[in-house]
Nanobody
Framework: QVQLVESGGGLVQAGGSLRLSCVVT?????????VGWYRQRPGKAREFVAD??????????AYSDSVKGRFTISRDNAKNTLFLQMSNLNPEGTGVYYC??????WGKGIKVTVSS
C-alpha cells in the first residue's frame, strides 16, 4: 500500500519561506512516477501547484502560473522524497498542501498559513 506523508508546514509571515517534504513509502518505482503538489485554499477547490517527472537523468518540472518563479519542486529518488521550496510567500499561499503520486495516491495534507 502506497502512503505519502507530508511535513514542513506551519505559520510564516508574508515574504517568508517554507520547505515542504513528502515521504512516499510502499512504492517500488517512485523514480519513474510523476509526483506533485496540490493545494486547497480556504473556500476553494483543490488546485495544481507543481509536479516533477524524471526521464533518464533529466527532471521535467511544471508549475502553476501563480507560483512560478517563487516555488521550486525537487525530489530525492534515493529517499523516495518529494520537496517543495516555497519562497516569497503571500497570504494567497494559505491552505492545505497535498503531495500526490501520479494523482492516484494522496497524502493527508499539511497546513500552511501565511500571515500578512
Amino acid at each position: 500500500q502506497v502512503q505519502l506523508v507530508e511535513s514542513g508546514g506551519g505559520l510564516v509571515q508574508a515574504g517568508g519561506s517554507l520547505r515542504l517534504s513528502c515521504v512516499v513509502t510502499g512504492s517500488s518505482d517512485f523514480s519513474l512516477q510523476t509526483v506533485g503538489w496540490y493545494r486547497q485554499r480556504p473556500g476553494k477547490a483543490r488546485e495544481f501547484v507543481a509536479d516533477i517527472m524524471t526521464r533518464g537523468s533529466r527532471d521535467i518540472r511544471a508549475y502553476s502560473d501563480s507560483v512560478k518563479g517563487r516555488f521550486t519542486i525537487s525530489r530525492d529518488n534515493a529517499k523516495n522524497t518529494l520537496f517543495l521550496q516555497m519562497s516569497n510567500l503571500n497570504p494567497e499561499g494559505t491552505g492545505v498542501y497535498y503531495c500526490s503520486r501520479a494523482t492516484i495516491d494522496w497524502g493527508k495534507g499539511i497546513k500552511v498559513t501565511v500571515s500578512s
